[in-house]
């Protein structure tokens, strides 16, 4: 049989029984949609958390206090409520090799108020290298300096949505510059306002306060707390963090005299790890999605086989007609599998259509940004062609084997 004629058989066969051959196709398409938007979602998720964790710092290494530990028989208070971080340990830190930037922290919440508008907020104390640490921008004005923090000076850096909060939902970055405010009864000036980063699982990097470390300390401490909040280390390459990880384990645990690390009054987080952490299980709830929407696919190709074998019992007498005249096994084997092959494909590039259709909506929608990738479509559709190979080759052989006496006596 030559190729025109298989063709134009098969394409005879399937119109034949026009919603049959829709409902199988159906089948398949669902599958295929279904892997590719529902992987190329879960590929969408894993890059916004890897940009949310990488929009907080770069090569980002934090320091944080760790749980306070009672005496005796005494229970140790929470992670973070230790008093164990000291700007002196944030100067020891900033000696340490491939460590290209350190700022230390001293936040808290505070009630800020202006005139005819107050609001409860994150204030940061911070040094001048913070801005270069986390990767802020401003929109209007300037960060902080360290001779601001020196000086003693009283001074804010506020995020954008500290300004609709203050001065409304119709304010602008440059309606809130120079215009004072009170932090817990203390007069301070705004002198810049920071571009907009967006809410993350990381808290909201715009409802922020930032104020220089001196000022929070001699302000908001108390007197003889001089305990920071957080000591935030840029690495130079993202290579050396674990390096510089490593040797400020090592430093604090000399400075804080402690021998035992179970015992270490601080914790450190490497961002490259959280990263690393998130993407690994990003990437299995992907996996576990292309899966579960593969079932589908499955129930699809029994579909196709299902439909095959009511096809091959409905059409005995022309199998033995055509073995009758002559047609081979090979023949008639080859027609019934294009016939299963052509479902799959038409399915299959249906269901990218879908699939891609389906991806983009969710995007244009603000879900998520879902990424369709090559390596996911092309996977689809390889599988949608061995389905149709595999649950297709069994009733073409089952046709092919057929007795044309026995296929012609057929009722």
Do not use: C
Request: proline residues 1%; glycine residues 10%.
């Amino acid at each position: 049989m030559r190729n025109s004629d298989l063709f134009e058989e098969t394409y005879a066969a399937l119109l034949g029984n026009k919603v049959r051959s829709g409902l199988t196709v159906l089948g398949i398409v669902i599958g295929i949609a279904s892997v590719i938007a529902l992987t190329a979602i879960g590929q969408g998720a894993q890059n916004s958390i890897q940009t949310s964790i990488q929009s907080i710092g770069s090569n980002l290494v934090e320091v944080l206090p760790g749980a306070a530990r009672q005496l005796g028989f005494g229970a140790s208070g929470g992670r973070g409520s230790a008093r164990s971080l000291t700007v002196a340990d944030e100067n020891a830190i900033a000696q340490i090799v491939n460590v290209a930037a350190v700022s230390g922290e001293y936040s808290g919440r505070q009630q800020v108020v202006v005139a005819g508008a107050n609001t409860n907020t994150t204030v940061d104390g911070v040094d001048a290298a913070y801005a270069t640490i986390r990767n802020i921008t401003m929109d209007q004005g300037a960060f902080l300096t360290d001779i601001q923090s020196t000086e003693l000076s009283r001074i804010a850096v506020i995020g954008p949505t500290v300004v609709t909060d203050l001065f409304g939902a119709n304010a602008v970055a440059a309606d809130a510059l120079g215009q004072n405010i009170r932090i817990n009864n203390l007069q301070f000036t705004i002198v810049g306002v920071t571009k907009a980063k967006g809410s993350s699982g990381f808290g909201n990097q715009d409802d922020m306060i930032y104020i220089p470390m001196n000022t929070a300390l001699q302000y908001f401490a108390g007197t003889g707390n001089a305990y920071l909040t957080t000591i935030d280390v840029q690495a130079s390459t993202q290579d050396a963090m674990t390096q510089v990880q490593s040797d400020i384990t090592s430093l604090l645990m000399t400075r804080h005299n402690i021998s035992d690390s179970t015992k270490a009054d601080f914790n450190i987080m490497n961002q490259a790890s959280i990263v690393a952490t998130a993407s690994s299980i990003t990437s299995t709830f992907t996996t576990l999605l292309a899966a579960v929407a593969g079932i589908s696919l499955i129930v699809g190709g029994i579909g196709i086989m299902n439909m095959m074998l009511t096809t091959v019992t409905e059409r005995m007498r022309e199998i033995g007609l055509r073995k009758a005249i002559g047609a081979t096994k090979r023949d008639i084997n080859n027609q019934f599998l294009a016939e299963a092959i052509a479902l799959t494909f038409v399915g299959g590039g249906i269901g990218v259509a879908l699939g891609w259709g389906t991806s983009y909506a969710v995007s244009a929608l603000g879900i998520v940004a879902a990424q369709v990738t090559l390596p996911s479509v092309l996977l689809a559709f390889g599988v949608s062609a061995a389905i149709g190979i595999i649950f297709g080759w069994y009733p073409a052989r089952r046709a092919s084997n057929l007795n044309p006496i026995d296929a012609l006596r057929y009722e």
